[in-house]
């Protein structure tokens, strides 16, 4: 029998079964295959999670060789590579036309004149233009180009050693991390950069640097700084550096001294939240287990977009689901460490005193946007020396069109006194909407109508009248025609038919899941007698 691994917890390979002749040549068939193929042999959980997750093939390093300046004379060959860069998703510029077989869509760019003949320019007669406030300042092609600033051919200069203490994680700007090696095959280039990397180490320096990638680049502020790599290999590492143009200087007020108790909680939560723990065992043998793998770690923002473009392309038109259980479990608090925090977390509540503050909200009106004038502010001065009060806001008789979810919802809340059923109310409510709908579509004006459609959503499902939301709904629909962009909206916050799961007397389940699909294309925008009628009463 075995005995567990020094080096994890995991136990060491056992003494396993003999394969037999047809195993064996099986399994020589098998690795034809996969070398045939062009492909590779894993364990079921890797096949899994292959599958599940989208990633990019791993890029050839592209080196970039330069020479490093230093003073006037004395120049050193080197060579660096991306070691980390914020990866962005490739770009789309192509599409097919819909129903077209190999019809790209190309953009065709015209210019006409701003005035009511809308005569059409030619690209010659075209001159590029910068609004400096009420005036338009004419540059050239010419101009524009002098203006540019040109730091140089591809270059690396020092400008000089600092201690590395002088260099805090938040002087580190730019998107990623280069690093910089010795040129291969050059002795001279190896020698003088062992030699400056073990004085840099050894004085704990670290160098300024001014880089310019290219000659039509801008010069760049970095620092570099000596590092071990996971193999052994020493090497400096390029880091960005702000110009004082890019530093914010924020003025931050003194923290109040913590008590003991405080200190206490907030050490054992360091102490049972850490990602990292170093095992010693009997044999002064050092584990480090990471609990939190990082550098495996894939960007869930670019999983979800792989998961909709998979969804978009074999179910077309349909609702975007939300994103998947393997994607948001990307981030999630380890479990493990999350069950060992949460008596940390009840202590910290009871310490610390915390409390929930609910946000107020406070309406919009005319006078917090506009102001007061100065003969309503001197009025004002004068009812407050009289002690008298003047209620400056009017009160809601009607759904208006400004704030319309805020009206129905104070109507009906008041609806005694203010002498309303919640069929006239849903009237009202009703015929902004179809206003909104006949208006020109705009990101604002779609977020109110949904915001109009879920309120009258909830009270017709509070209320027991989902009659009245499903025949608006389909008239809503219908109303919609090619605008499709705003039905997906209304799809995708599942504002469709109140089906007979949510309340007694609504759709059938089938009906309502159908009634999301997007209109037909066909469709046009319909708006009949009764809308027109509903326009009159606002």
């Known amino acids: 029998m075995g005995e567990p691994s020094k080096k994890g917890s995991r136990p060491s390979s056992y003494p396993s079964k003999p394969r037999t002749q047809v195993q064996k040549a099986n399994e020589e068939l098998v690795g034809q295959l996969v070398q045939e193929t062009d492909g590779m042999m894993c364990s079921l959980d890797l096949a899994i999670q292959t599958f599940l997750y989208k990633n990019k093939k791993g890029k050839k390093p592209f080196p970039w060789k330069v020479c490093l300046s230093i003073g006037r004379d004395i120049k050193i060959n080197t060579t660096g590579y991306v070691l980390v860069r914020r990866e962005t998703p490739k770009g789309w510029k192509r599409c097919l036309a819909r129903g077209g077989e190999g019809e790209e869509l190309k953009p065709e760019t015209s210019y006409v004149r701003n005035n009511e003949n809308q005569e059409q320019l030619e690209q010659d007669d075209l001159v590029m233009s910068y609004r400096y406030g009420p005036e338009l300042v004419t540059i050239s092609a010419a101009d524009e180009a002098?203006?540019?600033?040109?730091?140089?051919?591809?270059?690396?200069?020092?400008f000089g050693f600092i201690a590395r203490s002088e260099i805090k994680p938040s002087d580190m700007v730019g998107e990623g991390c280069m690093a910089f090696m010795p040129t291969e095959d050059d002795l001279n280039s190896q020698t003088a950069w062992s030699a400056l990397i073990q004085a840099m180490m050894e004085l704990d320096m670290v160098a300024i640097v001014r880089k310019v990638y290219s000659k039509i680049s801008a010069p760049r502020l970095g620092v570099l700084t000596p590092e071990i790599g996971e193999d052994g290999e020493i090497y400096l590492s390029h880091v960005e550096l702000p110009y004082a143009e890019d530093i914010r200087d924020l003025q931050f007020p003194s923290l109040p001294n913590p008590t003991d108790e405080q200190l206490s909680v907030m050490d054992e939560l360091i102490d049972v939240m850490m990602l990292t723990e170093d095992n010693k065992e009997e044999e002064s043998e050092e584990t480090r287990v990471d609990v939190l793998k990082t550098e495996e770690m894939l960007n869930p923002n670019y999983q979800f977009l792989f998961q909709t473009l998979r969804h978009r392309a074999l179910q077309p038109g349909r609702v975007l689901p939300p994103p998947a259980e393997h994607i948001t479990s990307l981030l999630k608090l380890p479990s493990e460490i999350e069950e060992a925090a949460e008596p940390?977390?009840?202590?910290?509540?009871?310490?610390?005193n915390i409390k929930i503050i609910e946000a107020k909200t406070k309406k919009r009106t005319a006078e917090s946007v506009f102001g007061k004038d100065e003969t309503a502010l001197s009025e004002e001065k004068k009812m407050k020396v009289n002690d008298v009060s003047l209620e400056i806001s009017?009160?809601?008789?009607?759904?208006?069109?400004?704030?319309?979810?805020?009206?129905?919802?104070?109507?009906?809340?008041?609806?005694?006194?203010?002498?309303?059923t919640f069929d006239s109310l849903s009237q009202q409510l009703e015929a902004v909407i179809i206003r909104m709908l006949a208006s020109a579509f705009g990101s604002d004006m779609n977020a109110k109508i949904l915001r109009c459609l879920t309120a009258y959503r909830e009270e017709c499902s509070t209320r027991g009248r989902p009659e009245l939301y499903n025949t608006f709904i389909k008239r809503v629909k219908e109303c919609l025609g090619t605008k499709a962009k705003l039905w997906l909206d209304v799809a995708?916050?599942?504002?469709?038919l109140i089906s007979n799961s949510e309340v007694a007397g609504g759709a059938e389940e089938i009906e309502a899941a159908h009634f999301l699909l997007?209109?037909?294309?066909?469709?046009?925008?319909?708006?009949?007698?009764?809308?027109?009628?509903?326009?009159d009463m606002l």
């Open 518 to 535: 997007p209109p037909e294309e066909n469709a046009a925008p319909m708006f009949d007698d009764n809308d027109d009628d509903m326009l």
């Open 344 to 352: 940390v977390f009840e202590r910290m509540t009871e310490i610390f």
């Open 394 to 420: 009017s009160p809601v008789t009607e759904v208006g069109s400004t704030t319309p979810v805020e009206d129905f919802r104070h109507l009906l809340s008041n609806s005694i006194t203010s002498n309303v």
């Open 492 to 496: 995708e916050a599942d504002l469709g």
């Open 146 to 158: 002098a203006a540019k600033f040109e730091g140089g051919p591809k270059s690396m200069s020092l």
